[in-house]
Structures are given as C-alpha cells and as structure tokens.
C-alpha cells in the first residue's frame, strides 16, 4: 500500500477526484461503507476469514483491481503448497495451535471476480497513478503484453545472460518493473509474475535447460517461479514434469 501513497503524492489533483473510505494504514476505521466505485486488493486470501471479507467488498464494489504479485499470482506464501501445513506453521510460528489458516493460497479471482490485475511485488506506482487518473476519466490502462526484455531493449541495458551469463528470467516475466535488476547488471527473478500469453510447457522447459546451463539448477528455478507466479505455474507443473 506504500505505492498507493507514492501514487496519490505524485499526482496530488487525485485526491480531488477520490474520497478514500477505507484505507487502514491512512484513516481510522470505519463502518463498512455501503457502495465503493474503485476497490484495490493487496495480498493473497490464506484464511476463510479473508475470503468472506474479499466476498463481502465485492459485493458492493463497481470495479476490484487485484493489485500486487500476492494479489495477482498467490505470492511467496504459495511456497509453502505441497509440504504439510502443521509442519510449515511450527516452522514459522513459536505456537502453532494459534494460527488458523487455510493449506491453499488463493490469488484474489480464485475468490471473486477481478476486473484488472496489477502485478509486481512491489507494484509500480506509476502503474497506480494511470490507473487512478484513468478511471476517473472512465476508462482504463492498456496492458501491452511483453516481457522484461522489451524494456531492457527500449532502455539500452545489456542483456546479461548474453553478455554476462547470469541466468535472468526476463525472457518470461512479465513486464512493468522497468527492467530494475538487469540495469544494475542483475537477473531478473521474475517477481512481476510468469506472462502466459505466449508461454506453454516447451518453452519453459527449454528456458529451464538454458538456466540450468548458466548455473540455476531446477529446484531453484522452481522455487522461484513457485514464489512469484503460483498461479500461472500451477498450470504447467504438472506437464512440465513429464
């Protein structure tokens, strides 16, 4: 929700336009308002709580943006699908009995439906200031589907599995970041979230083989695909492993 902010102190006229009712970490709580226009989620549902609450907002929300890879994709909770729940929540937790929470993760439109995703961890506030001035315009951002390598070539950086051979999983994230990592000469670890408009599980194995050649091993890869990208990664695992 930092972003959030960033956004709206970025471009001050918003606020003329926007009546925030329920923003924990801004204004003090208050009743459940009775009709929102514009609804902004952050964060997977991981309790049946969560989920009526979610349910609840979308009930009398006009339009629910998912926002965030949590939101978006299921987020770094999503590593812990597969292993035991009790075991993870001993793991983490000094008393375990306390905590009440569902083994699945779910992204927000596993729960209700979404008008509009915005990923990233963190999400761009830039993306939310379009978003916000654009909405009040009545009308709505458009998604260019492309990968981190389109910005990495729009802003001149060196690739840098190429040029380096540091494994970077550019090549099938999803864009909007602004190509961070690799311009500081990193790989990218794909925290936007796997894309999928051009993605099947040839591609990913092939890839998977080419980070592997460069030092990645696939439990790595896995694991972090797992993290940022559950819910498009959940699609392919099972014939990815074939």
């Known amino acids: 929700m930092n972003q959030v902010v ?3 102190a970025s471009e001050e006229k918003l606020l003329n336009f926007y009546n925030i009712v329920l923003f924990d970490e801004i204004t003090e709580r208050l009743e459940m308002p009775k009709k929102i226009d514009l609804l902004l989620i952050e964060g997977s549902t991981v309790t049946r709580e969560q989920e009526e ?6 009930e009398i929300s006009d339009f629910v943006v998912a926002m965030g890879t949590c ?4 987020g770094v909770q999503a590593l812990r699908i597969g292993d035991d729940i009790e075991k993870v929540k001993a793991y983490v937790y000094p008393n375990p009995e306390h905590i009440d929470v569902n083994k699945d993760v779910k992204p927000v439109d ?4 979404v008008d509009m995703f915005i990923p990233g961890c963190p999400v761009n506030h830039e993306a939310i200031a379009s978003l916000l001035k654009k909405f009040v315009s ?3 951002p458009i998604a260019i589907p492309e990968s981190v390598c389109s910005e990495c070539k729009r802003k001149g950086i060196v690739c840098v599995m190429v ?3 540091i494994p970077c999983l550019g090549p099938i994230t999803i864009s909007g970041c602004g190509a961070i990592c690799p311009s500081f000469g990193r790989g990218c670890y794909g925290c936007f979230g796997l894309k999928d408009f051009d993605l099947d599980n040839s591609k990913l194995k092939m890839f998977a083989q080419q980070l592997k050649d460069l030092g990645m091993d696939n439990d790595r890869f896995e694991q972090t ?3 940022y990208s559950w819910k498009t990664w ?3 695992q099972n014939v990815y492993h074939r």
Request: hydrophobic letters at 45%; aromatic letters at 10%.
């Open 6 to 8: 960033r956004a709206l």
């Open 53 to 58: 609450v979610v349910k609840k907002f979308r």
């Open 71 to 74: 939101a978006v994709q299921g």
């Open 110 to 113: 596993n729960v209700i439906s």
């Open 138 to 140: 009545e009308g709505l």
């Open 163 to 165: 040029a380096y051979g």
């Open 225 to 227: 695909v797992k993290a």
């Open 234 to 236: 959940s699609k392919y």
